[in-house]
């Protein structure tokens, strides 16, 4: 079973941008496994919103097109998410997976980003 951590959250302002990280720790090979960011705010359910498949195409929910960036480094079994042009509905607990991962799955812990002035 995979194991995910993430990192890189914190406190921004509004525009501002974080740049988040998820490190696997895998016996298969990373770079077969499309992957995707997920969040999950109070009171809300998690939601997908950027995923990358094995060969780099990426899609993105709506409410962060134009906005945030998934990217991957299969040499560090690694996935990143850009996020610029912060707001505050973007507050949220963040978290890597793979794209079918459902809550029964394994999560790794998560990263809180906050965005307030």
């Known amino acids: 079973q995979v194991q995910f951590v993430e990192s890189g959250g914190g406190l921004v302002q509004p525009g501002g941008s974080l740049r988040l990280s998820c490190a696997a720790a895998s016996g298969r090979a990373f770079s077969f496994y499309a992957m995707a960011w997920f969040r999950q705010a109070p009171g809300q359910q998690r939601e997908l919103v950027a995923r990358?498949?094995?060969?780099?195409?990426?899609n993105y929910a709506d409410s962060v097109k134009g906005r945030f960036t998934i990217s991957r480094d299969n040499a560090k079994n690694t996935v990143y998410l850009q996020m610029n042009s912060l707001k505050p509905e973007d507050t949220a607990v963040y978290y890597c997976n793979l794209p079918l991962a459902t809550p029964s799955s394994a999560w790794g812990q998560g990263t809180q980003v906050t965005v307030s002035s």
């Open positions: 990358i498949s094995s060969s780099g195409s990426t």
